[in-house]
Structure formats: C-alpha cells, structure tokens
C-alpha cells in the first residue's frame, strides 16, 4: 500500500450549471453545500505536496463556476503538481482564455454523443458549446506545441448512446484528443432516473467489442490518440498484462484508495464519487482535511473495508490482472451488494467473462 496517494480528485463545488440525469453526485444550481475557503484549499494543498502527492485533479460540479478556481490551479502548478479539471465545456470567452492561459496539464469534457443525444443527457445548447470549446483547444494545442493540453473526451455510455462509439471516437481523432469511454453506473441521479438506460451484459460486451473495432480504424489507429475504456476490456488483443506488478500497480484494482483519494467542496475526503449514493450512512467517507494529516486521511479505518475488499468472484478468472481490473465495487453496491467479512459480494452486471468462450 502507498503512505500517500498519488492524485486527489477534489471535488471544488458540486453547483453546476447543468442538471445531467446521470450525474453521480446529483450536481445542479440549487444545490446548497457548505465550502472550504481558498486559504483553507492552498493549505490543504500544500498538506498533500508535502506527503508526496503528486496530481490534481479539480472536478465537480463545474469547478469552472467557483470565481477562485483559478487561484487554487495556480497553487498547484506552483507546487509543481501536475493538474487537471474536469469541466461540461460551457466556456465564455473570458473562461476560455484563462483557462488556456493557466498552465493546465490535463483537461476532460464530457460529451455523450451527437447533438440530438448530446443534448438530452446533458444540457440543450451544450453540444455546440462543446464543439466550441473542442476547437478552441486544438487551436491552442497546434499553436503552442511545447505547451500542449492534454485532452480526453469522457463519455458514460447506455443504450442511448451506444450507438455514437464510432462518432466520437472520429471526432476525438480529428482533434487530437483522446476518448474514455466508461458505463453508466447506478450511482446519483443514473441510479433512478436512467436505471432502464444501462447497459445489460451482453450489451455491454457488443459495447466493448465495438469499440475495439472503432480502434482498429486507420483514421482512429493512425491519429495517435488513445481510446480508452475503462472496465473490462476483453477484445483488445494488446492489453498490458500486470499482473506480475506489486499493489496497486497490478491491475488488482481501479485508483479509488489505492492510488487516488476524493475530497468533498468541504474538505472530507471519500473513497469513490460513485458510492455516495449507496453510502447513506457514510461508511466510506474519511476525515475532514482542515482537521487531519494526509497520514491520517489516507490510513483512516473508515477506508479499510472498501480498499481491502476481495473480489471473491474474480480471483480466478483468466482475464483478472490482465485484461480487467475485477468487478467494480460501485457497481456492486450500487445493484445492492454489500461489504462484508472482508470480501465483495453482490454481482457486477457488466462482467461478461463468462460469455468469452461461448462468443468463440
């Protein structure tokens, strides 16, 4: 185990100027929540540069609407930290230049698909400012090469949107940036509103074999983005096998507490974005940051069950470690599974090894 994480996704707000029925952290304009200042941020900031964390990650909400945002990213460029925001693309003018100007390393849009598409899941108008903000980025990105931001389109796919892989995986390719794709999990808003939207397993398995095909493309294939998919992705016949890696750089698991760590607008931190939702008695959720060391955070008892919990389902599967990272916990417990006795139990809907050798 780490004595420190590597990357913090610090979740700035959760007000956004979107209402998105899948957000995971039922985001919107009402939203009334209680917020660290930007003293106690830069503190809290310098608490984790000093226990060696090393990434950054602004999220939200959209962090864009909190007027210190960009005070808080120059802190962590300051402190040599690589950083990231995590953004919808709704950008005025004067939002974009100065996030072009503040020295970003990394920067991810959500966009799930076409306009039509696009625009119901998330926001009417939103595609358009997306594509405004897209080539706003490539521009930068071919002007100041040396300077160059890295870009991810981040798509949560259903049955909706399944259909717009290879749209976007295009469009991705035309500007230079590359693509996660990853599944709509029951978690937030998804978990009532887009409950029929998610994808069964052998819709997510089409899904996963679509987009290796999308890969294999020359105009994807020779464009020198990544397509990334996040779980289980079986069909790529290039996968990094690192199962040989000591914890957690072994595919054992995904970030959440093994790498990563995430804090709440207040300063609490959790265990993953996507088990707030399950979580209703807070039995992930760690100490506040204002209060506590990162030593303290990070070791809390709190995170122990989550972080320790075997996959009982995986240990023996030919592709754990391999091509998969195992069942994702908040998949788990978000279909009413549950953490207990030191093992994850409950089914992860998106798991298709099984079908692998029926496919042929």
Wanted: hydrophobic share 35%; aromatic share 10%; charged share 25%.
């Amino acid at each position: 185990m780490l004595t420190s994480p590597i990357r913090v996704f610090d979740t700035y707000t959760k007000r956004c100027n979107f209402d998105c029925p899948q957000c995971y952290f039922a985001c919107g304009n009402l939203v009334d929540e209680e917020r660290r200042t930007l003293e106690q941020t830069i503190a809290i900031l310098q608490k984790f540069y000093q226990a060696g964390t090393t990434e950054w990650r602004f999220t939200g909400g959209e962090p864009l609407i909190q007027p210190d945002i960009f005070e808080a990213i120059a802190v962590a460029k300051g402190l040599g930290m690589n950083v990231g925001l995590y953004t919808n693309g709704w950008w005025t003018d004067r939002i974009v230049g100065r996030v072009l100007d503040v020295g970003l390393d990394e920067i991810v849009i959500s966009l799930e698909g076409r306009r039509e598409i696009n625009d119901q899941r998330r926001k009417a108008g939103s595609f358009d400012r997306a594509m405004q903000s897209f080539t706003r980025l490539s521009e930068y990105n071919r002007r100041y090469p040396s300077k160059k931001i890295n870009v991810n389109i981040a798509t949560a796919v259903g049955r909706d949107n399944v259909s717009e892989v290879e749209f976007l995986a295009l469009l991705a390719a035309r500007h230079g940036f590359n693509i996660v794709f990853m599944p709509l999990k029951p978690s937030g808003r998804a978990r009532s509103i887009l409950q029929t939207t998610m994808l069964s397993t052998y819709e997510y398995m089409a899904f996963v074999r679509e987009v290796q095909r999308v890969r294999e493309q020359p105009e994807v294939a020779n464009s020198g983005i990544r397509v990334i998919l996040k779980y289980k992705d079986l069909f790529c016949p290039d996968y990094p096998d690192k199962s040989g890696r000591p914890f957690p750089f072994n595919y054992s698991e995904c970030g959440a507490l093994t790498t990563a760590i995430s804090m709440m607008p207040d300063g609490r931190v959790f265990s993953c974005p996507f088990v707030l939702e399950a979580d209703a008695v807070g039995q992930f959720m760690g100490p506040n940051m204002n209060e506590v060391s990162v030593q303290q955070a990070w070791h809390h008892p709190n995170f122990k069950s989550f972080r320790n919990a075997q996959k009982v389902n995986c240990t023996d599967c030919t592709y754990y470690m391999r091509q998969c990272r195992g069942a994702c916990r908040a998949t788990v417990l978000g279909y009413g599974g549950e953490i207990g006795d030191g093992k994850l139990i409950g089914e992860d809907p998106q798991c298709f090894a099984s079908l692998m050798s029926k496919d042929g």
